[in-house]
């Protein structure tokens, strides 16, 4: 699976954003799918993931302000980010868990989210 994903850019603080990640290639299903994020000096960490059944997770950090779905029909996955603050500042990352003969893992190229103050 190939992970394309967009819509990052500069937003003031309290701004709204909605990222996209497309999925493409050879898979039989998609099990689930996330965003990450890998602010300067920090480790990756996770944004919020959806399960194949639509169950989501969240970072404490974002609950309440981000919201991630997903469009079965297109393979696409979606965050959108709302109430934005500086410390959302990082690379977004998309994951996906797929299946194609066996479990495989999936990670797109990043998308820069700058919030300014």
């Known amino acids: 699976v190939q992970l394309q994903a967009s819509g990052g850019g500069l937003v003031q603080a309290g701004g709204s954003l909605r990222l996209s990640c497309a999925a493409s290639?050879?898979?039989?299903?998609?099990?689930?799918m996330g965003w990450y994020r890998q602010a300067p000096g920090n480790q990756r960490g996770l944004v919020a993931t959806?399960?194949?059944?639509?169950?989501?997770n969240y970072a404490d950090s974002v609950k309440g302000r981000f919201t991630i779905s997903r469009d079965s029909a297109k393979n696409t996955l979606y965050l959108q980010m709302n109430s934005l603050k500086p410390e959302d500042t990082a690379v977004y990352y998309c994951?996906?868990?797929?299946?194609?003969?066996?479990?495989?893992?999936?990670w797109g190229q990043g998308t820069l989210v700058t919030v300014s103050s």
């Open positions: 290639g050879s898979f039989f299903s998609i099990n689930a």
């Open positions: 994951y996906a868990r797929y299946t194609y003969l066996t479990i495989r893992n999936s």
């Open positions: 959806i399960s194949e059944g639509d169950g989501t």
